[in-house]
Every structure is written in C-alpha cells, then in structure tokens.
C-alpha cells in the first residue's frame, strides 16, 4: 500500500491560485472517475473547499497524479508545483487527521471542515474511488477527529469566518442595523453568515440564489425575501453589504455591474465580502472607489484573534493525532504480511490435504485407525518443520544467529528448550 495525499492549501497557495484547482461539488465524482481511468489507482478522495484542494489516494506513481490534477484544470505543471505538497504514507494520516481536526484551517479549530470531509468521502463512495485503504483511512481519520473535539479545548473562543465578516463590516459602518444586506448563494458558508449578521437586526435582508425555492428557505428563517440571480444588476444598488458564496466556475459580479450600482448609490460605501473559490467578484472591481472588497484570504488576520487562547489545546490534539498516526501506520504496515500469511497458508492447505488423502485410503486399505493417525501425525510433522531446519542446516556462519533467534521467537522455544 502506497498512501498519498497531494494538494495546495491557504498556507501554500493564494486565492488566485487556488480558484485554479478548485473542484465544483458536482464536478468531484467525475473527476474521481476520470482519475482513476487516467492513472495507476483504484482508490481516490478530492476534498475541495475555499481554503484547500487535496487529492488522497493510494497509487505507486505519484507522479502520474500530480500530473492529472494539472491537465484536468488545463494548467501546466510548472504553474502549480511551487505550491503542491506531496505527502506519502505516515505524513499524509497525519495531514488528514489535522485538517479534519481543525488544525491546518485558516481559523484554527473550526468544525466547518470535518463535514466537507465527510461530504468528500461520500463522494467518492459514490463514484466506486472508495477502496479499502481510503475507507479505513477516513474512518480513522474522524475517530480522531472526535476525540480531539471532545477531548481538548480546540474550538474554545473561536472565531469564524462569519463573526470574521461582522467585525469587518463594524469597522466600515458605525451601525449594521441601518444598513441592507444582500446574500448570494444559499450553501452552508452564506447561512452561517446570515445568522451572524441576522443578530444585528439590519434594516434590510435578501437571498439570491439560482434556485428561488432555496433561497426563499433561508430567507425564511432571517426575516428576509428571497430573489433569483438574474435579478441581482436590479437589487445590488438596494444594498450596502454584500455576501456572497456561490460554486460558480465564473465571476457573476462584474466590474461593470458594481460600476452601475455605486452610480446609482450616489457612490455611497459598498461592502463586499467574496467567500467563494473560485471567486464570485471580479478582482477588478476592488480598484473602484467607494468598494471595500475582501475575500477569504483577507480575513485571516481577524481569524488569528483568539489564537494564543487555544495554543494549549493544540498541543493536546497533536498528542492524540500522534497517537492515532502511530495506530493507524503500525496496521498499515500489518497489512504488507498479508499476502506472505496467505501464501503461507495455502502452502500449509495443500500439504496438509495430501496427508489427509493418504490417511483415508489407508483406512480403507483395512489400516488400524491407531496407526493411520499415528502416521498422519508423524507426515504432517515433518512436512511442517521440513523448510526451518533444512533452512538451518544450509544457514551461512553469519546468518545462523539471526535466524536461529527468528527461529525460537516463530516457534516460542524458551532458552532452556
């Protein structure tokens, strides 16, 4: 088995390079097929979020993975590797069980994590990339997880990416509540900021969504109304604050768009706050006046408040994350001897069938069943211990001591014996 975990990360890569390799949800299980079809391996996982794409898979050529991450986004090799890790066997459980515990997030300890790795599993579930390895990897993978949940102080005065855009937008308006808020998307990032900036009681909320029915779901529960996208050139001057997080491959805030509502705003201040990769606001946008942009990269200053609180706890999860690398690499290794085992038994299998066959003819050749049990013992001994003692007779001077120890630790033979 030949664990690997490649990808690029927010500590690795900017959002520019990042929105490059990012996987749309519905493109993931393609891609796993795509994958597996391409290069040496059965089993594959693509966890994709704001802040990482990584690859899990079990392959003996690397190479040709790094390769097909490259080529599937139509990017050259050499535009990614100065921010592609590549992580074999022991280093890459340990990734996994630090990304899933919070720990290689940009807010460190956030629990958003551990369900786009669920998600990413289940993905690959369902697209037949799922093997054996990969399946007890993330089993593991979310044991550990858990335990470090409920065993340490991680998530204690943590703060989000929401509360993050709250006291970003406080710094830019003296009161949310006189200001119109405008969502965009309706996945779990934009609900979590609807709640935060819902508890401010703003003057006006709305939801836009490519599905109306979703977005007048969410609109729902905040107290707001809900719009589709193709109303958004209309809506975008109403508001003061937007949010917005969407999985669309291209930008649906343009520079003109924004251009045109801050016209119509009499330039009044325009906040926005681009959560999704690839990015959902064209980067041109943040050279206009009047526009306070910032995207997912922009807010790991404010997401670092709190840090030294849980730097405690960090130490206590890397115990546990340690313990549980150690568990999981000694069953991996366990399970190299495998086929040595099952070899080995089937060699045992046939002597011992040979055996049997001659022990029944001579019982129907009229033999005692004393004396056929007597030479079916004495067979089945020999056989057994033919290949250790020939192999200790012929052991060279410098070999014999190493492989009589080996011999007496197989056999459990005591020093007396």
Request: aromatic letters at 6%; hydrophobic letters at 45%.
């Amino acid at each position: 088995m030949q664990l690997f975990a490649f990808g690029i990360n927010h500590q690795t890569a900017p959002i520019a390079v990042r929105e490059q390799l990012a996987f749309n949800v519905d493109a993931v299980e393609p891609a796993l097929r795509d994958l597996v079809g391409q290069c040496a391996t059965k089993e594959a996982t693509i966890l994709s979020t704001c802040n990482r794409t990584e690859v899990y898979c079990n392959t003996r050529e690397p190479v040709q993975i790094v390769n097909w991450l490259a080529n599937y986004h139509e990017l050259r090799l050499s535009e990614i590797e100065p921010y592609l890790y590549t992580l074999p066997n022991e280093q890459a459980v340990k990734h996994a069980f630090r990304v899933a515990s919070g720990l290689d997030s940009m807010v460190l300890g956030e629990p958003q994590i551990l369900g786009q790795m669920k998600q990413a599993v289940r993905c690959a579930g369902q697209a037949g990339t799922l093997g054996f390895l990969l399946h007890k990897l993330f089993q593991r993978t979310f044991s550990v997880a858990k335990d470090v949940r409920t065993q340490t102080e991680i998530g204690s005065n943590l703060v989000s990416m929401a509360a993050a855009a709250v006291r970003l937008a406080e710094r830019i308006f003296p009161s949310i509540a006189e200001q119109g808020i405008l969502f965009i998307g309706a996945g779990e990032m934009i609900e979590l900021n609807a709640m935060h900036f819902a508890a401010q009681s703003p003057k006006r909320m709305t939801v836009a969504n490519r599905t109306l029915e979703r977005a007048q779901a969410l609109a729902q529960r905040i107290g707001g109304h809900a719009i589709t996208l193709s109303e958004l050139p209309e809506q975008l001057a109403h508001h003061d604050i937007i949010i917005t997080s969407t999985a669309s491959p291209l930008p649906i805030l343009g520079k003109g768009m924004i251009e045109r509502a801050l016209k119509t705003r009499k330039h009044r201040p325009l906040f926005i706050v681009d959560l999704a990769v690839p990015r959902d606001v064209e980067a041109e946008v943040a050279e206009l006046s009047d526009v306070f942009l910032y995207t997912v990269d922009d807010l790991s200053e404010i997401v670092r408040d709190g840090l030294d609180a849980r730097q405690d706890a960090v130490k206590e999860a890397e115990i546990i994350i340690n313990s549980g690398v150690t568990d999981f690499i000694h069953w991996m290794e366990s399970r190299e001897v495998v086929p040595t085992i099952r070899a080995l038994r089937d060699h045992v299998e046939r002597q011992r069938s040979h055996e049997m066959q001659r022990a029944l003819r001579m019982l129907t050749n009229g033999d005692s069943p004393e004396k056929v049990l007597e030479s079916l013992s004495s067979a089945l001994t020999n056989k057994f211990l033919h290949a250790p003692t020939s192999a200790l007779n012929q052991a060279r001077a410098e070999d014999r001591d190493g492989l009589l120890a080996m011999v007496h630790r197989i056999y459990d033979i005591g020093t007396s014996e």
